[in-house]
């Protein structure tokens, strides 16, 4: 493996094959850590906004809880707090300029299922006093819109009504509210561009919908996810086919599937690509045994077997791979290790982050390190055993 070969064109050609695998297997444990990193930060956000839990009408857009619903709630003690909702797109107005939002109505017991408190810059969450109802706006709604606490203009609310149109009086068209905000919230561009809370009781009235919700929001007593998977399953059941209860991952799957696919697809791109790199070991293996004839032939007249031969070359085949792929490692988790304590490379033009995430999970290093040397193995195997009936 470390001897100089006469020809010294066999060395050069086994340190590319080293280079080549180890870059490669660099670059794998570099992006899968970054596509790690993105992917718990997208968790986080969104566990800040969306319920561990959601029910939805199995058909329409609405429902109506009755008593028996509330008692099968109420049954279960893994359920610390759950809350009404009721959302709508609206056309919302404000010192002459316009945005298209969507109104979240919800109940009181809203704050005890979300982290929303955590995330207001501007003002409280406080959707209603005594005497008055208030709205939380977006960061990016109210950008868009203008708002400021310190105004005391009210947000006009327009919303399509659900009874027949009269064509002579157009503005009967539309349920129009006004409210006023009180509060600024910063999640993810996302949401902070689209919604706008308001009380349950104004959005119903608004939308002349009585003791109907969109959905209903849990949250567990701090289960873990298996736990929440399993009592979302028993709600489920004892609720029947007329709801859906959906978990994080369910709320959100398609993207989450997208992320996935993402990631599965960049692994199998960079594993062709240090395929490539590793067929240098093919050509290695072949000047080898073209170079080796003579001794090859001493050690079959000593009593050596064919396959004990070939896995002479299979063997220093491997070993190429082996040691890219431990160097690919090495490089890889410093790479990881300088951007998670220095971050050195930015992440221009997000509030939410200030460099490239990055997250190291043992199964990825685990599941290159075996697939790297899979490739290795077979490559050094299958060319050794033609190579060797043609020169043996």
Request: with cysteine; hydrophobic share 45%.
């Amino acid at each position: 493996m470390f001897t100089k070969k006469s020809g010294n064109v066999i060395n050069i050609i086994s340190g590319i094959s080293v280079v080549g695998v180890a870059v490669g297997t660099m670059a794998l444990i570099v992006v899968l850590s970054v596509f790690n990193g993105f992917d718990s930060l997208v968790r986080s956000l969104f566990h800040s906004f969306d319920p561990e839990l959601k029910i939805i009408p199995a058909e329409g857009k609405v429902f109506a809880p009755d008593s028996a619903f509330y008692f099968t709630l109420n049954s279960f003690n893994e359920i610390a707090a759950y809350a009404e909702v009721l959302e709508e797109n609206a056309l919302l107005e404000y010192n002459g300029k316009q945005h298209i939002a969507t109104l979240k109505g919800v109940s009181e017991a809203y704050k005890n299922t979300s982290g929303i408190d955590s995330m207001m810059i501007d003002g409280n969450f406080t959707l209603k006093s005594p005497s008055q109802l208030f709205a939380v706006a977006g960061y990016g709604v109210a950008q868009t819109l203008g708002i400021g606490l310190r105004f005391i203009n009210p947000i006009t609310v327009y919303v399509p009504t659900r009874n027949k149109v009269d064509f002579l009086n157009p503005e009967n068209a539309f349920n129009i509210k006004t409210i006023y905000p009180v509060g600024i919230f910063a999640i993810q561009e996302e949401f902070d561009s689209k919604y706008v809370f308001v009380p349950l009781e104004f959005m119903q009235h608004l939308l002349n919908y009585q003791s109907k919700l969109t959905s209903l929001e849990i949250k567990t007593v701090g289960l873990s996810e298996r736990k929440t998977d399993k009592l979302r399953d028993e709600i489920q059941q004892k609720l029947g086919e007329k709801f859906r209860v959906l978990n994080r991952y369910q709320q959100h799957e398609t993207m989450y599937k997208i992320m996935q696919s993402e990631k599965l697809a960049i692994f199998f791109i960079l594993i062709f690509i240090i395929i490539v790199a590793a067929l240098n070991v093919v050509g290695s293996l072949t000047m080898l045994i073209i170079e080796k004839k003579g001794d090859i032939k001493i050690l079959q007249s000593m009593g050596s077997k064919l396959a004990d031969i070939r896995s002479i070359f299979t063997a220093e085949g491997f070993m190429i791979i082996f040691l890219g792929s431990l160097a690919g490692l090495f490089f890889g988790l410093l790479i990881c290790f300088i951007q998670l304590e220095f971050e050195v490379i930015s992440f221009p033009g997000s509030g939410i982050i200030t460099a490239y995430p990055v997250e190291v999970r043992w199964f990825d290093i685990l599941l290159t390190f075996v697939s790297v040397n899979s490739v290795g193995y077979l490559l050094s195997r299958l060319p050794v055993r033609y190579i060797s009936n043609k020169f043996l």
